[in-house]
C-alpha cells in the first residue's frame, strides 16, 4: 500500500512538471500504437528496415516497439552479441537474443545469421587468448549458446605480437588482500618488461606502458602505493564529464525551462547557479 501511494504521488508530480520517466516513454508508445491501430500500420509502413543495436540488452517491453514497427520481425536487422549482455539488472532480457539467434539459424527460415568474428585490430595472440577463456565459461548452460567453431575469434592480419598473460586471484582472499596482491603483480611485472630490450635493441621507458583501471576507486590508491615502493613512477589522467559540469548543467536547465516552464528541477537549478549567469 506504502508503494502504490508514493507511486500516485510520483506521478502526480511529474504531471504536475509536465513530464514522464524513461520507463513512460516506452510503456506509453506501446499504448499509443496498440491504441490507434491507423497509427500502427503508419509507423509499419514508414520504415523500410528497422535496425537494433546491442540487441543482448533488449527488455520485452522494448522488443514489442521493434515487432510493432517491422511488420513482426520482417524487416528487422538487429545486431548484438550475448557476451556481452550487462544490464539484466534493468530488466533486458538475453533469452530474447537467443531465441531469435536459434530461430534465425534453423534451415529454410526467411531470415538468417551473419557472424561477425573476423577480427581487424588484435593480434592473434590475443585473441586466441579470449578464445580460450570463452571456450570455458560460454556454453549453453551458463549463457544460453555454446561457443562454435564458427564463432571463435579469427585474426584478419594473422600477426604476432602481444604477449597475453593471466592470473587468477583465489576468489576465498578478503576483498581488501586481493587489491594488494593484485597491485604488487601488476609492479611486479613492469619491473619485469624495463628489464628486458625492445625488438630494436632499445630499452623499454617508463612512458611505454600503460595501465586501463576498471574503474576508479580504492584500488587507484593501492596501486600507486604499489608502484612508489619499487620506486615506478607513475602518472594518472582522469576523464572529465563534460555534461557534468555546473556551466553545462545550467546551460541544460534553461533549455529545459524554455521548453517546459513547469520543471521544478530545472528551474531550482537555475536559481541555486544564478550567480554564474553572464549579464
Do not use: W
Not at 27 to 45: Q, S
Not at 118 to 128: A, F, Q, T, V
Amino acid at each position: 500500500e506504502k508503494i502504490s501511494n508514493v507511486y500516485k504521488l510520483y506521478q502526480k508530480r511529474l504531471k504536475d512538471n509536465n513530464a514522464i520517466d524513461f520507463d513512460d516513454i516506452i510503456n506509453f508508445t506501446i499504448k499509443i500504437l496498440l491504441d490507434n491501430p491507423d497509427l500502427l500500420e503508419y509507423y509499419a509502413n514508414k520504415f523500410e528496415y528497422v535496425l537494433v543495436d546491442e540487441y543482448q540488452d533488449t527488455n520485452e517491453t522494448q522488443d514489442l516497439i521493434f515487432k510493432a514497427v517491422s511488420k513482426n520481425t520482417e524487416n528487422i536487422f538487429m545486431v548484438g552479441d550475448v557476451k556481452q549482455s550487462i544490464y539484466a539488472f534493468r530488466q533486458s532480457s538475453p533469452e530474447i537474443f537467443i531465441n531469435k539467434y536459434n530461430q534465425f539459424s534453423t534451415p529454410n527460415m526467411d531470415s538468417k545469421v551473419i557472424k561477425f568474428n573476423m577480427n581487424y585490430r588484435s593480434d592473434k595472440n590475443i585473441l586466441e587468448f579470449c578464445n580460450s577463456v570463452f571456450d570455458n565459461i560460454v556454453t549453453r548452460s551458463t549463457i544460453g549458446i555454446d561457443y562454435k567453431a564458427d564463432a571463435r575469434f579469427k585474426s584478419k592480419n594473422n600477426f604476432l605480437q602481444s604477449n597475453v598473460s593471466i592470473n587468477i586471484i583465489d576468489e576465498k582472499v578478503a576483498a581488501a588482500e586481493k587489491e594488494i596482491l593484485e597491485a604488487n603483480l601488476v609492479a611486479e611485472e613492469i619491473r619485469r618488461i624495463m628489464s628486458l630490450k625492445k625488438s630494436d635493441g632499445n630499452n623499454y621507458d617508463f612512458g611505454d606502458i600503460a595501465i586501463v583501471l576498471r574503474e576508479r576507486g580504492s584500488f587507484l590508491k593501492v596501486l600507486c602505493d604499489a608502484l612508489a615502493s619499487l620506486q615506478i613512477p607513475v602518472k594518472t589522467t582522469v576523464k572529465t564529464n563534460f555534461f557534468g559540469s555546473n556551466e553545462v548543467q545550467l546551460l541544460i536547465s534553461i533549455l529545459k525551462v524554455i521548453s517546459n516552464y513547469q520543471d521544478d528541477i530545472a528551474i531550482t537549478t537555475i536559481s541555486t547557479t544564478k550567480s554564474h549567469i553572464p549579464k
